[in-house]
């Protein structure tokens, strides 16, 4: 099992996210207890012809930058489940992004707004603060600024002071009669 034929040797990386997917199934580690490998790509049932069959299934779209992810999270390693993403996608390929209320508004909000820290610290001060999902995610953030509604408002009709007119002389003393 651990001799590298010249695939292996040429695609280094390829074969480690081969071997690595199979070992986190295989070590029954605890985020993949319910997960599998499709006998077509298993290390231990297909040996070397395991990772030759994922080579032909996945290798067109392979690059170093990508992860491999399943697309439905509860289901198999296989051809049909599996693509190569970003680590920003895979991120929000969660439990928690996909199956909660709060997950589904944080990704619809980096959606639209873009992935930066900003959107997300704007997101959770805007949670706390009780706005609705709704809310969050389409109230633009130049809207939700408490200011801006004074700074957009039309100024009042001041009325000047009695003391600034004394200063400058605009009031005359009341005469006494």
């Known amino acids: 099992m651990r001799q590298y034929t010249a695939m292996r040797k040429a695609n280094r990386n390829f074969w480690g996210r081969w071997y690595q997917m199979n070992m ?50 509860r289901g198999q390693y296989d051809a049909h489940n599996c693509r ?44 706390k603060r009780g706005w609705s999902f709704d809310d969050i995610v389409n109230v633009p953030p130049d809207q939700s600024n408490r200011y801006s509604k004074i700074r957009h408002q039309k100024p009042k009709k001041s009325t000047k002071s009695k003391y600034f007119g004394k200063i400058l002389g605009w009031f005359k003393p009341k005469s006494s009669v």
């Not at 199934?25 to 030759?52: K, M, R, T």
């Not at 944080?106 to 930066?116: A, I, R």
């Not at 997300?120 to 001060?125: E, L």
Request: charged share 30%; with cysteine; net charge negative.
């Open 24 to 73: 986190r199934c295989i070590n029954n580690e605890p985020a993949y207890e319910d997960v599998s490998v499709c006998a077509e790509w298993h290390i231990e049932l297909s040996g070397e012809q395991g990772f030759l069959n994922f080579a032909e299934d996945m290798m067109e779209d392979f690059d170093e930058d990508l992860t491999l992810d399943r697309i439905d999270p």
């Open 84 to 127: 190569w993403v970003s680590r920003t996608v895979q991120n929000r390929n969660t439990r928690f992004h996909k199956h909660t209320e709060r997950g589904q508004a944080l990704t619809k909000m980096y959606e639209k707004w873009g992935h930066n820290k900003a959107v997300k610290q704007r997101f959770w001060s805007r949670h």
